[in-house]
């Protein structure tokens, strides 16, 4: 297996997943974003491998397909992520996310291998059909107002070369991770809202939610989002019908729609004595009201539901983030 972006948030716990379910394991990350320390507890074992080069460069699938003899399946995960390089990096996210993606299929189409590829709600742009469905048309602003789908616009061409490799017999598939979280998320300024709420407590500063905090999100626990990657990845065919996976797409999302006010207050709540205040205000141009899914097809065809309540998924952070059990 490969998984690009493999020392990232989530590619750091696809990986250990992977080896630990007894499978060869390369990661594919060239540190940007990604840890080191993310893939401390696979270092050293006689099934995982990690390779620091860029996903863009076809030459770094050399080094993969050295390493692991032949690839059965590619996790393609690498890509620049975090809303403020939208903004401020737009053009290197574009880079990144398209040229590696299409770097890593065009590996996969030489090594015969199924392809996963991680995509984003955000490929659908600011649509305000919710839930999100794959009926759906992705609708994005002018490009002269802001440049925050410099991420999402880059994950809609993922999908379309994804869909094009298909026409061409790929045996490629589509998660949608909505608002991954766990202990290894990334809480500095260019991080995600959970982690970045997190980050305040640790240092004793007020939490800034951003606009009037009333924005809606489904926040999904990594292991969740790490088992629906494994499902898509790894099941042959659909569990209800039996039919192929090639070419389908699942929107992994919990059920819980909270607002960022909501997620604010759970998180004091769960970090007791050491809650801080909160301030509203500020935020990005572009960010989205809402942002809920549509799981039927990962329900129907993955057998995929999220195990995780939000309560429990923010306990377990704390705890790891704080060290207390
Ligand atoms: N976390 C979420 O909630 C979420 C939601 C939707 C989509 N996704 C997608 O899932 C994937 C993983 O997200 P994540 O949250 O783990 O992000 P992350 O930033 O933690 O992981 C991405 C990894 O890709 C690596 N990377 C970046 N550019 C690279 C390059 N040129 N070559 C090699 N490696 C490179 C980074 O170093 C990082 O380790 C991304 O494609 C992201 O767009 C994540």
Redesign the pocket.
Known sequence: MLV??G?????SSLCERLVNDGHRVVS???????KEANLAGLDGHERFRSLVA???DPAAYERVEAALGGVDVVFH?????GTKWFHERARHVIH?NVN?TLAALEAAEGWGARFVL?S?PEAMGESSDWPLMDTHASVFPPASSHQRFAYGASKYLDEIALHHAVSRGLDGRIV??F??YGPRL?GEADG?VVAMLFSAVMDSRVMAVHGDGQQTRCFTAVDDLVDGFVRAGLQEASVATGEPLTGMAFNLSSHQEVSILELATAINDVVGSQAVDLVLGGGYPGDASRRVGDITNAEEHLGWRPTTSLEEGLQSMWASLSGVP
């Open positions: 690009t972006g020392a990232g948030f989530l590619g594919l990350d060239d540190l940007s974003r990604g860029d996903a863009c995960l690498a890509a620049v992520n990144v590696a991680a984003s949608r991770p608002n991954g990334i995600q």
